[in-house]
């Protein structure tokens, strides 16, 4: 089956539909565990999550891996991806996730986040952990995580990459200069031990509106360093 699926998007670019040759890669079950067990308590709010991608390929090539990883590949590695949208609960480590099993996904439902989400294995863990305690529909939750995504703008990641001595703070407000009505405390910044940015996480409210973000929730301080990777 995959080679016919080779031959024919070799010879036919444009049968294929998008996201097949992706999801060709069929993705295993993600299932909770001792250290990640089922928890189903009321949702206060979300998290959008977006991988900063230049960092995440620099530490992935640094620890030996290759070029499989797809979030690596073409334009993708010079921007954000979307890592998922997460419902948050009403505390510190009370957020609702894995809150009833889901089957693998199909290729068909891969095909609707594949574009924002470029890897099927991340997919079926954010399906199965997050979005099933939001919808019964996977492609109903790729479908607003995607929408959410799409409606973000980046600043100049590139003159950020090259400021000595950037605080948190001044990330945050360049990242909500760059989307009306978005506030510097409205968001949280995951950055590794290093001081190398990671992962940006928006807050939204009930309404998937940006909010400022509860208290407890982590992340790095204002007044600490970042440093970014250059796209």
């Not at 539909?17 to 992706?22: H, S």
């Not at 010079?78 to 998922?84: I, N, P, W």
């Not at 505390?91 to 693998?104: K, T």
Request: proline content about 9%.
């Amino acid at each position: 089956m995959r080679w016919l699926l080779l031959i024919m998007a070799f010879f036919l670019p444009g049968l294929l539909a998008p996201g097949v040759a992706a999801a060709a890669d069929r993705p295993h079950a993600e299932l909770p565990s001792a250290g990640q067990p089922a928890r189903r308590v009321p949702t206060t709010g979300y998290t959008l999550s977006m991988i900063w991608t230049p960092e995440h390929c620099f530490a992935d090539a640094r620890h030996g891996g290759g070029t499989g990883d797809p979030q690596c590949s073409g334009s993708a590695r010079t921007g954000f991806t979307l890592h998922g949208l997460w419902p948050d609960g009403d505390g510190p480590n009370r957020w609702p996730q894995f809150c009833h099993p889901v089957a693998i996904l199909t290729d068909g439902q891969i095909a609707t986040g594949i574009g924002a989400t470029p890897s099927a294995q991340l997919l079926q863990h954010e399906w199965a952990k997050h979005g099933s305690c939001m919808t019964d529909d996977p492609v109903q939750y790729f479908q607003l995580e995607d929408g959410l995504y799409a409606g973000i703008h980046a600043p100049d990641m590139a003159s950020l990459a090259h400021r000595r001595g950037l605080t948190v703070g001044q990330f945050q407000s360049a990242f909500a200069a760059a989307n009306p009505g978005m506030r510097a405390d409205m968001m949280r910044l995951n950055v590794n031990k290093n001081g190398w940015l990671e992962e940006v996480w928006l807050c939204l409210g009930l309404d998937k509106r940006p909010r400022t973000c509860p208290a407890g929730q982590g992340g790095a301080q204002p007044g600490d360093l970042v440093k970014v990777q250059a796209p």
